[in-house]
């Protein structure tokens, strides 16, 4: 009798384990495949969070992922604009959107752990890819071209990672971070050229801007205060900046620049250490130009706390350019030849 009853024990213990296995596996991602004339937006409907995403072909969509964990995977594949009517973000390629007020910038709740990688996007008015309230997005190894004012920007996000993209005619920056007092962003190894800006942080905090390439545009890298808030705690090493010649007008933002490869606008507690910061020459008469640029605001907040050294920074008009305001700024030493003022360079 105890021989049964055991027996039946052991066999109603196997059944519920292959039931909770049916249901792990139940629970596994799954692979969505989006062929050329097929909708990505129809897959990312169909799809549960942490699903993953083929995309193949070229598209002519807008595409909004508000499911966390979604994963978008481009195989030769590129995203342009539709004829009709745009996302909730406005005019922009991809666009990982959480439960934001985008007035006010107030967020209720993050997408979370979306990921785009391996496509190209073109021609899209504002953004090619950008990030509304997110957390962790993940946008890397893509190519986004002449996407109106930032290829790739996030807003009123954190944890965002842009690596390893190529990015270029942006008319206001590259790659941007605003609108995140807590941004904890990463930035690393893109190549941005041929924008006003390669890389942009405006009223934002936190992050690491490390061994990417920001070459002839206006200005390579940039932070900018009072516009509307502060701008720093970053840690920018690593990274080549240089030919960024070209000439950008004024804004309300930034005065008329050109020849800038690393500008500290009112910014505080960055750090600049091991870049090679060249050949940043104003292409015409410019209001601000230098391989580092340490100056107010425009409306006026200081520099503060900001360290550069450990950099080689040669070749510019000047080296090295402090209005000489604000505290606590560490400018030296650097492998340079020309400042204003004079002696920031040793020798």
């Not at 062929?35 to 993953?52: L, M």
């Not at 190549?191 to 690491?208: F, K, Q």
Request: proline share 6%.
């Amino acid at each position: 009798m105890k021989r049964i009853v055991l027996m039946t024990m052991v066999a109603a213990l196997v059944a519920l384990s292959l039931v909770v296995f049916a249901g792990f596996a139940s629970a596994k991602p799954k692979g969505h495949v989006v062929h050329p004339g097929e909708s990505i937006q129809k897959a990312i409907k169909a799809a549960d969070p942490g699903d993953s995403i083929l995309v193949r072909g070229v598209h002519r969509e807008t595409v909004v992922i508000r499911k966390d964990g979604i994963t978008l995977v481009g195989d030769k594949a590129v995203l342009k604009p539709p004829n009709g009517p745009t996302s909730p973000c406005g005019p922009a390629g991809f666009c990982a959107l959480g439960d934001v007020n985008l007035q006010t910038g107030e967020v209720s709740k993050y997408v979370e752990d979306v990921t785009i990688t391996g496509f190209t996007v073109r021609n899209f008015r504002d953004f090619g890819i950008v990030a509304f309230g997110a957390r962790d997005a993940k946008f890397i190894k893509n190519r986004a071209f002449n996407n109106g004012e930032y290829e790739i920007t996030s807003f009123f996000s954190t944890g965002t990672k842009v690596i390893s993209n190529v990015t270029s005619g942006a008319e206001d920056a590259a790659i941007y971070v605003g609108d995140s007092p807590h941004a904890n962003t990463t930035i690393a190894n893109n190549d941005t050229y041929d924008s006003a800006s390669g890389i942009l942080v405006r009223n934002s905090l936190h992050g690491r801007i490390t061994a990417n390439k920001a070459h002839n545009n206006c200005v390579g890298i940039i932070f900018l205060a009072d516009a509307p808030g502060p701008a720093g705690m970053f840690e920018v090493d690593g990274n080549t900046v240089q030919n960024n010649t070209r000439a950008c007008p004024a804004t309300a933002e930034a005065p008329r620049r050109s020849g800038v490869g690393i500008g500290l606008l009112g910014a505080r507690d960055v750090k600049i250490r091991g870049n090679k910061i060249l050949k940043n020459v104003p292409s015409g008469p410019p209001a601000l130009s230098g391989g580092v640029v340490v100056v107010r605001g425009v409306k006026g907040t200081v520099p503060k706390n900001n360290s550069v050294e450990g950099n080689v920074i040669l070749g510019n008009r000047p080296d090295i350019f402090w209005d000489k305001s604000g505290s606590g700024n560490r400018l030296k030493p650097n492998d340079c030849k020309t400042s204003k003022p004079g002696g920031l360079c040793k020798g």
